[in-house]
């Protein structure tokens, strides 16, 4: 795609924020080769949530400063398919800034970068290449939670996730994909999370992993895998195996899920299933899911959420609804964008408490390019104190 771009001047304000290197001077033009395609995000967070309050304790209501947090980032990619004999590439810089909202709107953020309030780091740089019905993709990459139910990219923060990995995919059988990924560093997604550390999982061993997945079935897909980390648990091998089967018809869908987690002698092991029930009728969508764990939780290497069909909001702020849990949802498209309801009943037997969330999204496309949504989440029960959250984003693609 060949395009005429102002991108050299964004992209040093956004590395260098808060930084000594003084921004080049403006350039005018750049002609860009016509194997590159280039494009971007531009993302204005905001959330206030009256239990993660902070600051004066007298000012801890919603939408007071000291229980406000709110990011501005941008995000600027490039990826070409085929640099030369096949081997394509990609890259992504993302950076943050406050806008100055920390001097009297919020009191936190999101999202920082190299411990700072404003910043920038690379959030893919990436290699590609393949042949016939197999792919192969080294360097820093978003990984998929379909694929990858332990080690996925989040986007319901500012930015998502990544992974510094080797991911190699084939599809030579009938209605198949076999996917092998080697995972050795990952940044993490979650409230107030650096996103410019990169961790290693296991060291220097990392983390292997091994998915198939069939569609052989109309409309049933079948997907399975298992993960392995040599000396992880202390000085034991770590196995995952996990599991997913879904019919989906369109009006009606069924799907069920479960694994096993060995940590080896280092703690029991942890197992999980999951069963969800979908709907559609009239324009209304309708969902009830149920999951239990035991001896633990599950966990998603470099986010906060988990592959369970019952994530609500409340596991991506940090209030973990493990054990049983049921939750029921509904959504349909209304005033110009879609509403979606769902409450949760959670029974967490690791602190003897039950708890009831409700969540209310709406969400809209005001253009092509620009789309808003504002959410409101309710949380109560014997665990902590009666929540309200509201968060509003706005996003603009170019």
């Known amino acids: 795609m060949k395009k005429t771009l102002l991108l050299s001047v964004v992209a040093s304000t956004m590395i260098m924020a808060g930084g000594d290197i003084a921004p080049v001077e403006p350039v005018v033009e750049v002609a860009v080769a016509s194997g590159w395609d280039f494009s971007g995000k531009g993302v204005v967070y905001y959330q206030t949530d009256d239990l993660l309050v902070s600051g004066d304790a007298s000012d801890d209501g919603l939408f007071s400063q000291g229980a406000s947090a709110a990011n501005a980032g941008i995000q600027l990619s490039a990826t070409n398919k085929d640099l030369f004999s096949g081997i394509g590439a990609g890259v992504e810089l993302s950076g943050l800034a406050t806008l100055g909202l920390e001097n009297d709107v919020v009191s936190n953020v999101m999202q920082t970068t190299n411990g700072s309030l404003h910043g920038g780091w690379i959030s893919q740089s990436y290699l590609t290449m393949g042949a016939k019905d197999t792919s192969l993709k080294v360097g820093r990459q978003t990984l998929p939670k379909s ?126 299933f999951g069963a969800k029930l979908t709907g559609s009728i009239m324009g209304l969508n309708a969902m009830a899911a149920y999951s239990t764990t035991s001896d633990g939780t599950l966990f998603n290497v470099g986010g906060s959420t988990t592959a369970l069909y019952t994530e609500t909001a409340a596991n991506q702020v940090g209030v973990r609804n493990d054990e049983d849990k049921i939750v029921v949802g509904a959504s349909m498209d209304a005033l110009g964008g879609n509403i979606a309801g769902v409450y949760a009943y959670t029974d967490n037997n690791i602190a003897d408490a039950t708890d009831n969330e409700f969540n209310l999204v709406y969400s809209t496309t005001l253009t092509d390019s620009i789309n808003l949504t504002a959410a409101y989440v309710y949380l109560d029960g014997d665990s902590f104190d009666t929540n309200n959250l509201v968060r509003v984003v706005g996003s603009y693609k170019f």
């Open 147 to 272: 694929l990858s139910p332990f080690a996925y990219s989040e986007n319901w923060n500012v930015f998502h996730n990544t992974f510094d990995s080797a991911l190699l995919v084939n599809s030579s059988l009938p209605n198949t994909t076999l996917v092998a990924a080697w995972v050795y560093e990952f940044n993490t997604n979650g409230m107030h999370a650096d996103m410019a550390q990169f961790n290693k999982p296991n060291g220097d061993r990392g983390i292997w992993m091994l998915t198939a997945q069939n569609k052989s079935i109309s409309n049933l897909t079948l997907t399975g895998s298992v993960y392995f980390g040599s000396n992880m648990g202390a000085t034991d091998d770590v196995v995952i195996l996990w599991g997913d089967a879904a019919y989906d018809a369109g009006s009606f869908g069924v799907a069920i899920q479960g694994g096993n987690i060995d940590h080896g002698s280092s703690a029991p092991d942890t197992s999980a």
